[in-house]
């Protein structure tokens, strides 16, 4: 077992990359885990290397959520071996993203803590809208798009299904459903026994899933449809060797591949041309979901592309940190949907950034914490478009369970919990779902954004005169300027009550008039 990842030393430098910087993109999907390294060279990325392993995360998912032994195992094997591979990448250029499984899991960090201890490297959860969100743009750094030009991109991954709508590099519509190859084999194949009876029956009850998007789909249009994933690759490559189409899907090409498989009577005696054992177990339950596929939206034909997630992560890594990166657009709309005051989140960012590297080195504070401080900086006031009594809560809520693009499950959390401490009391609920290797770090950037929106509570323009903030271990000490506190009684009331409140930070808090 590798050293789990390190959290938290020396700041790390972000990105923008230079020529020669390797970076490592890794999906970890409910049928199988992949890896593909690549290497900046003239502002472009090199794929140098790749990784695959069969690992069926989602065939050890059980009712209550939990994850089967022996499926763990495999798993944490399977990491082990990537870790290596990328052991001597900074934590910065590898990216980690896990998927439907882990998504579903009961206690997913009773998974991701040996996990992540097996690859060396965090491990990120992203939606479902997210995954979608990086297949196409995966999808469409590999086929450029032409402009103007609408396109329907599927991925049917082990254990659920994205359709994406994009135009450009930037997707329009978003959809994730419940029905991937895996999850699908084992719903409606759970002994292994195929019939067309069956069949069509399961493919009635998957068609009408995807019939709650599929008209505003169709009323959208695309010009074009591609396929990703391992399934779809393996689907067109079977229409090729019947010689049915060749290497694109068709609709008349799928009923007679349907035929072929149904000619066995089970699972284990399926006979298509090119199908590799290891697919062999989970080809009925993609083969079903992509026809459904087809049946809802009305598809005649479909590009097999051969980007994926993996890549779309790769192409999300090298533009975070720079004017690339999507998170910092999704807070701008936040804060435009729910109109934040602008003036006040820039006047709260800045103190609150100018507490943050007075402490830094001492709190052993990251370049990563100090993004995520200055995006619940701005975006602190959100609740307000719902009501100023529990502003602090209704944020939280805002930011916790919408779909904001960029953000793993991780990361939205550690900014919902900075928002709903911000303020008043601190529920011992606040941070239960923080991951342990990021708690320290969420718990010291509450507190520093509790100071600086406490300290613009008045929203005040002019510049506070002296602003010195020392750490030491837990403890807090804050030097202002005692003219300019004599002249703001509010605000000495409410630094009054501060450090008791801080407490539930685990932070002791010194105020010392200079």
């Known amino acids: 077992m590798r050293t789990p990842p390190r959290r938290r030393g020396a700041r790390v430098a972000p990105l923008p990359l230079r020529d020669g910087d390797r970076l490592a993109a890794l999906d ?4 199988s885990f992949h890896m593909v390294v690549a290497q900046r060279v003239l502002g472009q990325y090199r ?3 790749r990784l695959r392993e069969t690992v069926r995360l989602a065939e050890g998912l059980d009712a209550a959520g939990g994850l089967a032994p022996e499926v763990r195992d495999r798993a944490l094997a399977c990491l082990a071996r990537f870790g290596q591979r990328v052991a001597d990448l900074p934590p910065h250029h590898v990216r980690a993203v896990a998927t439907n499984t882990v998504r579903q899991l009961r206690d997913p960090e009773a998974f991701l803590r040996p996990a992540e201890a097996a690859l060396g490297h965090a491990i990120e959860v992203i939606s479902g809208r997210e995954e979608a969100r990086l297949v196409y743009l995966g999808v469409a750094h590999a086929q450029p798009p032409r402009p103007g030009r609408l396109r329907l991109v599927i991925d049917i991954g082990g254990g659920s299904t994205e359709c994406i709508i994009g135009s450009g590099f930037e997707p329009l519509e978003r959809e994730s459903l419940q029905a991937g190859c ?5 719903r409606f194949f759970p002994t292994g026994k195929l019939g067309r009876k069956r069949w069509q029956a399961a493919l009635t009850e998957i068609t009408a899933e995807f019939q709650q998007f599929a008209a505003t789909y169709r009323n959208l249009g695309w010009d074009e449809a591609i396929g990703s994933s391992g399934t779809i690759k393996a689907i067109g490559e079977i229409c090729a060797a019947l010689r049915l189409t060749k290497g694109a899907i068709t609709a008349e090409a799928l009923p007679q591949v349907r035929d072929r498989l149904l000619q066995a009577e089970r699972i284990e005696a399926i006979d298509l041309p090119t199908l590799s054992a290891d697919r062999r177990p989970i080809i009925a339950g993609g083969l ?3 026809e459904a596929v087809f049946n809802a939206l009305g598809l005649q034909r479909m590009q097999v592309s051969k980007a994926a997630l993996r890549e779309g992560v790769l192409h999300d890594l090298a533009g975070r940190g720079g004017a690339d990166d999507p998170r910092e657009a999704s807070i701008a709309a936040l804060m435009q949907r729910y109109g934040v005051d602008q003036e006040q989140a820039r006047r709260v960012e800045a103190t609150a950034l100018r507490l943050f590297d007075q402490v830094a080195r001492d709190w052993a504070l990251e ?3 100090r993004a995520m401080l200055a995006r619940a900086a701005r975006v602190h006031e959100v609740g307000l478009a719902i009501a100023h009594s529990g502003h602090h809560v209704h944020g939280a809520y805002i930011l916790e369970h919408s779909d904001i693009a960029g ?3 991780q990361e939205q959390r550690v900014l919902a919990a900075l928002v709903r401490v911000h ?8 941070f239960e779902m923080i991951p342990d290797r990021l708690l320290a770090a969420t718990r010291r950037s509450a507190a520093l954004l509790r100071l600086a929106v406490l300290l613009h509570r008045s929203h005040e323009a002019d510049p506070i005169p002296l602003l010195r ?3 030491e271990g837990e403890r807090l000490h804050l030097a202002l300027d005692r003219g300019w506190l004599q002249a703001r009684p509010l605000l000495r009331a409410d630094l009054a009550g501060e450090p008791e409140d801080m407490l539930g930070l685990g932070v002791q808090l010194q105020i010392d008039p200079a």
């Open 28 to 31: 970890l999907g409910s049928n």
């Open 47 to 49: 794929v140098i290397d």
């Open 182 to 186: 895996v999850a699908s084999t084992r």
């Open 288 to 290: 079903l979901v992509l």
């Open 367 to 369: 370049a990563d914490d």
């Open 407 to 409: 953000f793993s499950q």
């Open 423 to 430: 303020r008043r009391s601190v529920p011992k609920s606040a």
């Open 469 to 471: 903030l020392q750490a």
